[in-house]
């Protein structure tokens, strides 16, 4: 079965809101998290990754975070713009699975102006 | 640098048809990857090739073939084309292996009748 799985599978956001995507993961062995974008008749994009070491990530507008507790990261998007209108998936990738990333089903994110 | 390039873009087969799908990676990348993406099943792993070695493979009937070429450019094979190998096969990149961060080409669609 899937070892990561998305909240929701679409989110509405105003533009120049900030956007937050939750992903929830099942394997407490699973220690590498990436957030890919797809925009449509594009392939994935690679956005931003955490390693189970940290908490917390920053990139250009965006920001993974990750509750081990819980088992759950999410992707925050800052002052969202009509260009982040994407499906974003999370993405695992373990020693345990041969490194083969496990994508989990998406969310489509469509952004109000 | 040129990303990566995946032929032909849109093919329309017949089932009981074979098809060949063909990626070149990023210049300089050796690892290359192909996943299938349906509406159903989302992202699914299909195999990994890193210099000419079929490094992992995911659950996928033997129907479905890849090999990597010296120049790390892949082709995939799938044989005996069934209505449900309708997808979108995507082809990725990377510089070695072991990493999530991967380097999507656009896609071939691929549609059976």
């Known amino acids: 079965g899937e070892s990561v799985g998305l909240h929701l599978p679409t989110l509405s956001v105003q533009e120049g809101d900030n956007s937050i995507i939750n992903c929830a993961y099942s394997n407490s062995a699973s220690d590498y998290f990436i957030w890919y974008k797809q925009e449509s008749g594009k392939g994935p994009q690679f956005i931003i990754d955490?390693?189970?070491?940290?908490d917390k990530r920053q990139g250009q507008r965006v920001t993974v975070l990750l509750n081990k507790t819980v088992k759950h990261l999410s992707l925050q998007i800052a002052a969202t713009q009509p260009g982040d209108s994407a499906v974003y998936f999370c993405?695992?990738?373990?020693?345990?699975?041969?490194?083969?990333?496990?994508f989990g089903a998406g969310t489509t994110v469509t952004v109000r102006a | 640098k040129a990303g990566v390039t995946q032929t032909p873009r849109y093919l329309i087969k017949t089932r009981g048809q074979q098809v060949t799908l063909s990626c070149s990676p990023i210049?300089?990348?050796?690892?290359v990857s192909w996943y299938q993406q349906t509406p159903g099943q989302g992202l699914q792993f299909l195999f990994e090739y890193f210099s000419e070695t079929q490094r992992n493979k995911g659950n996928f009937p033997g129907r479905f073939s890849g090999r990597q070429f010296s120049n790390s450019r892949s082709e995939m094979n799938v044989s005996t084309l069934e209505l449900g190998d309708s997808a979108l096969y995507l082809c990725a990149s990377s510089p070695g292996i072991n990493t999530g961060e991967l380097f999507f080409g656009e896609g071939s669609r691929l549609t059976v009748l």
């Open positions: 993405a695992e990738n373990r020693p345990a699975n041969d490194y083969k990333l496990s």
């Open positions: 955490i390693r189970s070491n940290m």
């Open positions: 210049s300089g990348h050796r690892s």
